[in-house]
């Protein structure tokens, strides 16, 4: 929904995805997070006078990768240019990227939204090298430059301007680091900014044929800021137009604790850059034959497979969509199904309903990720056999289920040492029914008397008195022909 009901949001995004090559773009540095500071370059990527960059062919082929993954155009010919701008954590002054030759033009992905699923165009995807990175915090009256990122290679994926909400705008993110994610081209980590992405909004009247001054929003470290971050820019940009102002264009930084974004400098076009061809690396020429190789090589991605859940599994599209977020999840998902499959009760939607629920909802409490899951797919694959075979009821299931998340272990063990198997044999059944029967009279009564809904309550009792041990099938069946 928009923000104000006589503007319209209009958003694009800049990705910038670091690929997980072994090595940097144009050097043999290892390309590698988390090492000491500036023990991960060299001459080359340090900018020395006099060193010749040498092309990184594991980087082209994860560019094509992630090409065909979005529909987009794969250029047989492309350059590279020189972007040149002077910050400290450039050792050379200038960065190499592509500029009006990109690898790749004339992409898209569908995002799935409540009401409907939209398209999203991709303008571009080129291939650059990343800056190091200034470090200031704990350090007085100066900053610190790690040169270590220097030479990686990145993605940088720019979108259309189709997008018109905060809502839409994390949808994209969404697909799109669920699609490099299983193409294993980036690990998709925000958080150590492997995977960056700056959003371009801009706001205009319903109805205006032309869009809006637009700014910049960078230092988005989730997709949760990504969102809240355009929210207060939407809102800042109306109530700017509002109050009679302008809205100027500008490169503005979000700060994350103060919820708010602050102006970092004005917005530079490409003519400031100065680009020109780079004089060290020849043009990249591709051919056809090569690019359907590469194409050969595709997993299957977030839609197909998404697609395949619904129709082979039949599943919904929502549980479908939760399942295929990512590469990880997904297989957790298929390795538990598949334990449930073998024992001979399948039900994919029973699995698919522990995973997505009970699973990633304690996961999510604890701040945790799919592959961080102290319960291994086999060991919730084994306890979603034991609900559907009639071994425990859902109940205890869910005990055991805390246990294995908080202790480990084998869920036929669990069962085993606390004496938790589900009690079917409808003699011990029946005796507890008559139990629960004779000391409830009055709801007896009731029941008999037309009131139905009393069983629920009589079904109670005699789950409580087995201590949710009884089959509630079975109790369900004895006590409706007990009451008559």
């Given at each position: 929904m928009p923000i104000?009901?006589?503007y319209e949001t209009v958003i694009g995004l800049e990705v910038h995805a670091q690929l997980l090559t072994q090595s940097k773009?144009?050097?043999?540095?290892?390309?590698?997070?988390g090492a000491q500071a500036n023990t991960q370059i060299c001459p080359v990527c340090s900018?020395?006078?006099?060193?010749?960059?040498?092309m990184n062919r594991e980087m082209v082929t994860m560019a094509i990768k992630t090409?065909?993954?979005?529909?987009?155009?794969?250029?047989?010919?492309?350059?590279?240019s020189r972007k040149n701008y002077f910050y400290p954590d450039s050792p050379t002054g200038y960065q190499i990227s592509q500029y009006d030759l990109p690898i790749i033009e004339h992409g898209e992905l569908f995002i799935d939204l409540p009401?409907?699923?939209?398209r999203i165009g991709v303008t571009r995807i080129h291939m650059e090298v990343d800056a190091g990175k200034s470090l200031h915090e704990g350090i007085v009256g100066a900053s610190w430059v790690d040169l270590n990122r220097v030479g990686t290679p990145l993605l940088e994926i720019?979108?259309?301007?189709?997008m018109r909400s905060s809502e839409e705008a994390g949808a994209y993110l969404k697909k799109l680091r669920a699609i490099v994610r299983f193409l294993e081209v980036c690990d998709g980590n925000m958080e150590e900014g492997s995977f960056r992405c700056d959003a371009n909004v801009s706001v205009r009247r319903y109805g205006a044929p032309q869009f809006g001054t637009r700014a910049e929003l960078k230092n988005l470290n989730s997709i949760r800021n990504v969102m809240r971050a355009i929210d207060y820019e939407v809102d800042r940009q109306i109530d700017l137009i509002e109050g009679g102002g302008e809205v100027v264009q500008e490169t503005r930084l979000w700060d994350a604790n103060n919820n708010i974004s602050r102006s970092m400098r004005s917005k530079e076009d490409a003519h400031d850059y100065r680009y020109f061809p780079e004089p060290d690396l020849p043009p990249l020429t591709l051919e056809v034959a090569h690019i359907e190789q590469i194409r050969q090589t595709l997993p299957e991605l977030p839609d197909q497979m998404a697609a395949r859940f619904q129709k082979t599994l039949e599943l919904s599209e929502y549980d479908a969509g939760v399942l295929t977020a990512s590469r990880e999840m997904a297989g957790y998902y298929e390795e538990a199904n598949a334990i449930v499959t073998q024992a001979g009760k399948a039900s994919p939607k029973a699995t698919a309903n522990w995973v997505t629920v009970e699973l990633l909802g304690r996961l999510n409490k604890e701040g945790l990720s799919i592959e961080e899951s102290p319960v291994p797919a086999k060991?919730?694959?084994?306890?979603?056999a034991m609900i559907q075979t009639g071994e425990i009821s859902g109940k205890i299931a869910k005990q055991v289920f805390a246990t294995l998340f908080d202790e480990g272990g084998e869920p036929e063990k669990i069962v085993a040492d606390k004496g938790l198997k589900q009690l079917s044999d409808s003699g011990a059944i029946?005796?507890?029914?008559e139990k629960v029967l004779a000391a409830n009279p009055e709801q007896v009564e009731q029941y008999r008397g037309g009131k139905t809904k009393v069983l629920g309550f009589l079904v109670g009792q005699v789950m409580q008195a087995t201590r949710g041990k009884a089959n509630p099938a079975l109790v369900n069946t004895v006590l409706k022909q007990k009451l008559g």
């Amino acid at each position: 929904m928009p923000i104000d009901p006589h503007y319209e949001t209009v958003i694009g995004l800049e990705v910038h995805a670091q690929l997980l090559t072994q090595s940097k773009i144009f050097c043999g540095c290892p390309n590698r997070f988390g090492a000491q500071a500036n023990t991960q370059i060299c001459p080359v990527c340090s900018g020395f006078p006099g060193v010749l960059p040498v092309m990184n062919r594991e980087m082209v082929t994860m560019a094509i990768k992630t090409g065909l993954a979005i529909n987009g155009t794969i250029r047989t010919y492309s350059e590279f240019s020189r972007k040149n701008y002077f910050y400290p954590d450039s050792p050379t002054g200038y960065q190499i990227s592509q500029y009006d030759l990109p690898i790749i033009e004339h992409g898209e992905l569908f995002i799935d939204l409540p009401q409907e699923r939209k398209r999203i165009g991709v303008t571009r995807i080129h291939m650059e090298v990343d800056a190091g990175k200034s470090l200031h915090e704990g350090i007085v009256g100066a900053s610190w430059v790690d040169l270590n990122r220097v030479g990686t290679p990145l993605l940088e994926i720019v979108s259309e301007p189709d997008m018109r909400s905060s809502e839409e705008a994390g949808a994209y993110l969404k697909k799109l680091r669920a699609i490099v994610r299983f193409l294993e081209v980036c690990d998709g980590n925000m958080e150590e900014g492997s995977f960056r992405c700056d959003a371009n909004v801009s706001v205009r009247r319903y109805g205006a044929p032309q869009f809006g001054t637009r700014a910049e929003l960078k230092n988005l470290n989730s997709i949760r800021n990504v969102m809240r971050a355009i929210d207060y820019e939407v809102d800042r940009q109306i109530d700017l137009i509002e109050g009679g102002g302008e809205v100027v264009q500008e490169t503005r930084l979000w700060d994350a604790n103060n919820n708010i974004s602050r102006s970092m400098r004005s917005k530079e076009d490409a003519h400031d850059y100065r680009y020109f061809p780079e004089p060290d690396l020849p043009p990249l020429t591709l051919e056809v034959a090569h690019i359907e190789q590469i194409r050969q090589t595709l997993p299957e991605l977030p839609d197909q497979m998404a697609a395949r859940f619904q129709k082979t599994l039949e599943l919904s599209e929502y549980d479908a969509g939760v399942l295929t977020a990512s590469r990880e999840m997904a297989g957790y998902y298929e390795e538990a199904n598949a334990i449930v499959t073998q024992a001979g009760k399948a039900s994919p939607k029973a699995t698919a309903n522990w995973v997505t629920v009970e699973l990633l909802g304690r996961l999510n409490k604890e701040g945790l990720s799919i592959e961080e899951s102290p319960v291994p797919a086999k060991s919730l694959g084994k306890l979603v056999a034991m609900i559907q075979t009639g071994e425990i009821s859902g109940k205890i299931a869910k005990q055991v289920f805390a246990t294995l998340f908080d202790e480990g272990g084998e869920p036929e063990k669990i069962v085993a040492d606390k004496g938790l198997k589900q009690l079917s044999d409808s003699g011990a059944i029946e005796a507890e029914v008559e139990k629960v029967l004779a000391a409830n009279p009055e709801q007896v009564e009731q029941y008999r008397g037309g009131k139905t809904k009393v069983l629920g309550f009589l079904v109670g009792q005699v789950m409580q008195a087995t201590r949710g041990k009884a089959n509630p099938a079975l109790v369900n069946t004895v006590l409706k022909q007990k009451l008559g």
